[in-house]
């Protein structure tokens, strides 16, 4: 059974910073590439970053570009997100997800998420 | 940026009947869409890819079809574990992008 289990969300001020994980199992991580969607509260989804199999390829929306940055550690079966100069916007529920095996960068399995609150 | 709208926003339908959801792209995206059913407080779950093939494991009430810039999810006979939040989303070009949901609930 695949799980995807996020973590590391929490209340941050405007400008921090916050990392965010996913443990994965139930899968070979390493063959699948990952990605990031959030969920402002009480909105739509909305994809924010994706990243290869091996990670030699990584993928952002402009929102988060240059703000943000997706990792893997294929060793440990873990995704991450670093997530700096955070703003009021990207408060929203982060969920981790793992892309179908093949013939396109869409989600086939979510976790739960983790909630990343930005204020003052 | 391709953008994704979906219609209607809220789609009230009596159990046993027929629902049918739209969603338009802004550009082509050939048959590189996908629907997503999620319910309060869960995260969402695959139901459509391709336009028209149905995930491992859901019903065959569930439908997809169209291609180019016009889709619809059609759910035959709503069940009440259907009523729920349904998105589409377009893998065909960066940056990936969802509509805004269509919310189906109990008429």
């Known amino acids: 059974e695949v799980q995807l289990l996020e973590s590391g969300g929490g209340l941050v001020q405007p400008g921090g910073s916050l990392r965010l994980s996913c443990a994965a199992s139930g899968f070979t991580f390493s063959n699948y590439a990952m990605s990031w969607v959030r969920q402002a509260p009480g909105k739509g989804l909305e994809w924010v970053s994706a990243i290869s199999a091996s990670g030699t390829s990584t993928y952002y929306v402009d929102s988060v570009k240059g703000r943000s940055t997706i990792s893997r550690d294929n060793s440990k079966d873990t995704l991450y997100l670093q997530m700096n100069s955070l703003r009021a916007d990207d408060t929203a529920v982060y969920h981790c997800?793992?892309?179908f095996g093949s013939g396109g960068y869409f989600p086939d399995y979510w976790g739960q998420g983790t909630l990343v609150i930005v204020s003052s | 940026e391709i953008e994704m709208t979906q219609s209607p926003a809220t789609l009230s339908v009596s159990p046993g009947e027929r629902a049918t959801l739209s969603c338009r792209a802004s550009?082509?995206?050939?048959?590189?869409l996908a629907w997503y059913q999620q319910k309060p407080g869960q995260a969402p779950r695959l139901l459509i890819y391709?336009?028209?093939t149905r995930a491992t494991g859901i019903p065959a009430r569930f439908s997809g079809s169209g291609s180019g810039t016009e889709f619809t999810l059609t759910i035959s006979s709503l069940q009440s574990e259907d009523f729920a939040v349904y998105y589409c989303?377009?893998?065909?070009?960066?940056?990936?992008?969802f509509g805004q949901g269509t919310k189906v609930e109990i008429k």
């Open positions: 997800a793992k892309i």
């Open positions: 550009q082509s995206v050939s048959t590189n």
């Open positions: 391709g336009a028209s």
């Open positions: 989303q377009q893998y065909n070009n960066w940056p990936r992008a």
